[in-house]
């Protein structure tokens, strides 16, 4: 403990910026730059799978991208708790940071370089894995600046949070223009200017150089604003992965000695991530099945321009940096504390499903003769059905994400934190992969259909959380 304090007392030395040291800064630039990678890619992906050869796309069938979509997220949240492990064990975060960096930059390069098939896979799988050595790595630096007990550290992470929605504000404006505008090919098709090729791989390659200037930045600064921090695994502090596992199958039968009021915080985590599994799965649509709909739907002329699909992607991070400084001051304002964590992440539920009712009225804004390769679209939805849709996701979201964060900190017995941590961020895994079989629907049943069937779904398990809230709130045990 005193090295670490020596270090840090190193790292105050260098002097500060708005009060945080400069390596936050330093972090901050390299995840906005990782987030602006990957949302950019996300942000372009399933069009790329779905348009046709000649379109410079995949011409994959919309249900088989949807389950490629759907596995490819579900498992960049999963490889985290394996590159966390290597990293605390062997290799230290710094390195796995820029292990991570590298991996997927040759990702990106490899989507860039090779349209087709086998470069589809062989990117996303490098996608996978140089996130999983990436993403739980750097958030740890983040809070190794600060001592133990330090009040900045949650300001820390709120401006590190800015980082990743700024980066995932402005990936999708930048990649949707080079694959939708600049680097697309128009023409005229019965009567009216359209797309004739994209330049998807254009996007990919946006994403790479973003990828690599925030590793650049990363291996050049490092050395001088973070000192030491970071460069050795942490063996003597990490428990083995057979250790892990016994200690989750033993949580409930006693053998991990347990107190009664620990087994109801525990339970009451695995409730809440049950509810949560349900919840992504419906939010993470606005990557898959909703992006579909968007391109083909929604009426996205704006004064006489149409709004690239892709540009919709950044809705979400902007209305969250617009309104998550006022849902941090509402949950600790007079009223804001008399919701329990129960009751918000239910009002979150809700508000997800209420969305989806949206998106439900409007399918009936459009109109269309054919279905599939012969389908005419004689009318198409009005823009602000999407709008409003993205608005109440968002703050269903601040509603649900962040409090549940932070309720299992303060839930999880100490010994057991890390691993009921990871069991919390395993819901996203599970949410993106149940996600993308729902997309795949779309389809077959039709968008209003799925629409209104996941809003029926997720405002009954909203309403279901509510009745459940004052049972759960005692197993809390006054964590609030």
């Given at each position: ?16 910026l708005?009060?945080?040291?400069k ?55 999963f ?55 990436f993403?739980p ?22 401006i590190?949070y ?15 223009s ?24 254009y ?79 419906g ?32 809705v ?5 940096v ?15 504390k ?8 239910s009002l ?56 549940g ?38 389809e ?7 629409f ?29």
């Amino acid at each position: 403990m005193a090295n670490n304090n020596d270090l840090i007392d190193r790292i105050e030395a260098q002097g500060t910026l708005f009060g945080h040291p400069k390596g936050l800064y330093l972090l901050f630039f390299t995840e906005m730059w990782e987030r602006f990678s990957y949302y950019g890619m996300r942000g372009i992906l399933m069009l790329y799978m779905t348009k046709l050869w000649i379109e410079n796309g995949l011409n994959i069938p919309e249900s088989s991208a949807s389950l490629i979509y759907g596995f490819f997220t579900g498992f960049v949240y999963f490889t985290p708790l394996i590159g966390g492990y290597l990293a605390d064990r062997y290799i230290g975060q710094r390195k796995a940071i820029t292990i991570g960096g590298i991996t997927m930059f040759a990702g990106q390069l490899i989507l860039f370089l090779m349209n087709s098939h086998i470069g589809l896979g062989i990117g996303l799988v490098l996608l996978i894995i140089g996130n999983g050595f990436f993403k739980p790595n750097i958030s740890t630096l983040v809070g190794q600046l600060y001592r133990d007990g330090d009040e900045k550290r949650d300001s820390a992470f709120s401006i590190f949070y800015m980082g990743i929605n700024l980066g995932a504000f402005l990936a999708p404006l930048i990649a949707g223009s080079l694959a939708e505008d600049w680097f697309a090919v128009k023409g005229m098709k019965d009567g009216a200017e359209t797309i004739l090729s994209y330049g998807f791989k254009y996007g990919f390659l946006a994403a790479a150089i973003g990828m690599a200037l925030g590793q650049i930045l990363f291996n050049l600064l490092a050395k001088k604003y973070l000192l030491e921090i970071g460069e050795k695994p942490f063996k003597s502090e990490t428990v083995e992965i057979s250790e892990v596992a016994d200690d989750l199958g033993n949580i409930t039968s006693g053998k991990v000695g347990l107190t009664k009021e620990e087994k109801q915080r525990i339970t009451v985590i695995f409730i809440l991530t049950f509810f949560v599994i349900f919840f992504w799965a419906g939010f993470e649509q606005a990557g898959s099945s909703m992006t579909i709909y968007t391109d083909k739907y929604i009426n996205r002329s704006l004064f006489g321009w149409e709004i690239p699909t892709t540009y919709f992607q950044s809705v979400n991070p902007l209305f969250i940096v617009a309104l998550g400084p006022i849902f941090a001051w509402f949950w600790t304002s007079k009223y804001g504390k008399r919701l329990s964590t129960p009751i918000k992440m239910s009002l979150g539920m809700i508000l997800l499903g209420f969305g989806f009712v949206i998106m439900y009225f409007a399918t009936f804004g459009v109109e269309a003769t054919g279905s599939g390769a012969t389908e005419v679209i004689t009318k198409k939805a009005a823009l602000s059905f999407l709008v409003l849709t993205y608005f109440f996701h968002t703050i269903g979201e601040l509603c649900l994400s962040p409090v549940g964060l932070s309720v299992v900190t303060k839930l999880a017995p100490v010994k057991l934190a890390s691993l009921l941590m990871g069991v919390w961020m395993l819901s996203s895994f599970a949410a993106n992969i149940i996600g993308g079989f729902i997309a795949a629907y779309v389809e077959k049943l039709g968008a209003g259909t799925i629409f209104i069937s996941i809003a029926i779904f997720v405002i009954a398990l909203g309403i279901l959380m509510l009745l459940l809230s004052r049972k759960l709130s005692q197993m809390m045990h006054g964590v609030k």
